[in-house]
């Protein structure tokens, strides 16, 4: 059943397809392995995988994980970094058929699962697979795994570093989460917040007509929404990979509640991207060495996934460094250069959020792609944000003029949408639906008095 070009994989019929292709695929791997054994017991020199198995046909495979046409070897390879996860006997059941006498073949490759028993494919067992013998042959088979191929610029497969001492090509073949969940078209599984992984994820109901800000600010978050949607494209199939670093980064500065985080829930949403705020709670501590663990964490969890990673009140952890004076702050510009370093070269996107640009240190600023100011809004901004707070079934009283309002106090949108909220329940409290001027009043003054200032 060839594949068909075209059919929608998230559909019942196109799911179907995709199920029914890889159980022929892992039904032609088990051959392979099969014929390999034998070639091994009998002596014989390897042959080609498109004579061991001329319908072997990975077209399906590339074109789920939107790769150029695959090889035979290319495919082969790529089915034994999936078949732990979907065929996890495939390899055992098929050289226990195929032996003729009990016998080690070391040739063969692999590890054995620690919990699970199961047979792990390493780059050995690739070589296996593939038929490779010669040093030309296992050095082309070993291509497969550079960083330069495909499987990892798209993050695909890699291959791990072998246990100390052991030979290179003894690592596990390993294949991504990314790439598992691509195939099977599952919901990528998201991690939980926790010591282990210390961010949660953001999420919005709104969309971008409920953003209000000001036309040059809007104008750099769309440029940043750009990078999301083709920096693959232009990093690595434009080639600007090679001189450029990985990723991106970017500041959004300006006084609290004038857009920064829903602006960044809003870029994921809107590009089909997982954001994570990173919980500095759980990332700074005050035991050396401790903050740097939890950020590698993230990173690491981070590094295969096209996720958005948003660090708010980033002064916290990526404030200026300062005049060493005592072992406390030698180590704390040590955790600011170990955050430099990590940020860039991290392949996605990480955004950085303070009411002062002044207060993150220069090093990380001249690195950022994007700097971008959130400034309080205007009269006319403001105005907007009042029509698009103010409920539908809320009306405003008579002596209610929000054009003055506007003009009398600069109130950011977190701000207007307390204010909001706190007239409303005053009005649902006296079992009525209209807005009064003196509950508005309060609420403004309410506002102000947190940030310390007079109406």
Known sequence: MPFIAGADPC????????????????KQLGTLIARRVQELESGGAPQPID?????????????????????????????AALAPELSPHVFDESIAAALQNPADHPRIGGVRGRDSRTFLPTGEAALFLCGARTVAERFRIAKLFSEEHAFARRRVLHLEPPPKGELFLAGRVVLTEEALDRVTHDKRR???????FPAERLETTLD????????????????????IRHGRTL???????????????????????????LTASLLGKQTGRDVYRIDLALVVSKFIGETEKNLARVFARAEDK???????????????????RDAHDRYANQEVAYLLQ???????????????RSNIDDAFLRRFQSVIHFPKPSIEERQRLWAKLLPAKAALADDVNLKLLCHRHELTGANIANV?????????????STLRLADIQVGIDREYQKEGKVA
């Open 420 to 432: 909001v909220q706190y007239a409303c329940l005053q009005a649902l409290t006296r079992g009525e």
């Open 306 to 324: 096209d996720w958005l990673l948003f660090f708010d009140e980033a002064d916290a952890l990526f404030g200026k460094r300062t005049q060493v």
């Open 208 to 227: 971008w007509e409920d953003l209000v800000l000001d036309e040059a600010t809007l104008q750099k978050v769309r440029e940043l929404e750009a990078w």
């Open 11 to 26: 559909s019942n019929a196109g799911m179907d397809l995709v199920l029914a292709q890889l159980e022929r695929a892992f």
């Open 235 to 261: 990093l690595d199939d434009w080639g600007l990979g090679r001189r450029m670093r990985p990723g991106y980064r970017a500041l959004f500065f300006g006084p609290p509640g004038t857009g920064k985080t």
């Open 342 to 356: 990590r940020v860039e070269s991290f392949s996605g996107l990480v955004i950085l959020a303070s009411n002062f």
């Open 190 to 196: 998201r991690p939980r917040m926790g010591p282990e």
């Open 51 to 79: 004579r061991l198995v001329p319908e072997l046909d990975g077209r399906f495979l590339g074109a789920l994980l939107d790769l150029e046409s695959l090889s035979a070897e290319e495919t082969v390879v790529l089915l």
